[in-house]
Structures are given as structure tokens and as C-alpha cells.
């Protein structure tokens, strides 16, 4: 058995590709548009030639009202290679850092469908460092 991939649903496609591609950096592996159920599946990942997990963006077409957050999903984690550096991207782009990396380890944010995202340090912590290091946590995460 292996892991492929994690689903969520999305009321803004190109919102949610912004957030995933050009902050998180991933890639759009595949794409498949079905009219007669009205939805958009979009795969991402990090590299179409690699057999790695990926993240499915299911936009339905008629969907008019926000989606409501299951209590039994947590969320989806990266990992990064400068947790400053993706914060930053992130913050840049518009997004709140709900949970900063105070301890050059671990942050969280959500995408615009609010979807808990948490970005981890790939090997040890990073040394603290400001503005991260003091500030406060924002919102749930």
C-alpha cells in the first residue's frame, strides 16, 4: 500500500492554485475537468516525474457557499528548506502566519478555503530569528 494523495475542496480554483503553486511552491502534476459532474480535479506536487504523495484540489463548479472545516481533518504538512524564507513568501503573497515560527521550526496558515497548512523546518530548527521569533499566534491553526 502507499499514500497518494489528500483532497480538498476549494470555492476559488484559481485562489487556491495561488496559494498552493506560487507560495508553497508546488507544481500542477494533472488536470481533469468532467462536465457532466461539474467539478475540476487538480493534482499537485513537487515534480510530475516523481512517484510522491499529492494534494487534489476538487473545485465543483455550482458551489456558491463557503465549505465548512470537518472536525475529523487536521491538516496538510510540508516540508521546507528555510522555514524564514516560506513564512515570508507566504506573508508577501498576502497570507497570515497563524502560528509564526518562533521556534525556526514549525509554522502554520490556511488557504483561502481554510484549509490548516503546517510548514516544518527540513532538518534541525533554525536558530530564532526576528520578526518570528515574538510574534504572536493569529486565529486558529
Not at 18 to 46: Q, S
Not at 109 to 126: F, K, M
Not at 135 to 141: D, R
Request: glycine share 8%; net charge negative; with cysteine.
Amino acid at each position: 500500500m502507499r499514500y497518494l494523495h489528500t483532497m480538498v475542496r476549494v470555492r476559488d480554483l484559481d485562489a487556491a492554485l495561488r496559494f498552493f503553486c506560487e507560495g508553497l511552491g508546488l507544481r500542477e502534476i494533472r488536470r481533469r475537468d468532467d462536465e457532466r459532474g461539474r467539478y475540476t480535479l487538480v493534482f499537485l506536487g513537487l515534480d510530475p516525474a516523481a512517484d510522491s504523495p499529492q494534494i487534489e484540489l476538487t473545485y465543483n463548479w455550482d458551489q456558491k457557499e463557503p465549505y465548512t472545516i470537518g472536525r475529523n481533518f487536521g491538516h496538510v504538512a510540508y516540508e521546507v528548506g528555510d522555514i524564514y524564507a516560506a513564512c515570508q513568501r507566504m506573508a508577501d503573497l498576502g497570507y497570515v502566519i497563524h502560528r509564526p515560527p518562533r521556534d525556526g521550526r514549525m509554522a502554520f496558515l490556511r488557504s483561502p478555503d481554510q484549509v490548516s497548512v503546517e510548514l516544518l523546518q527540513a532538518g534541525s530548527a533554525l536558530p530564532p530569528r526576528e520578526p518570528w521569533a515574538s510574534m504572536p499566534n493569529t486565529g486558529e491553526w
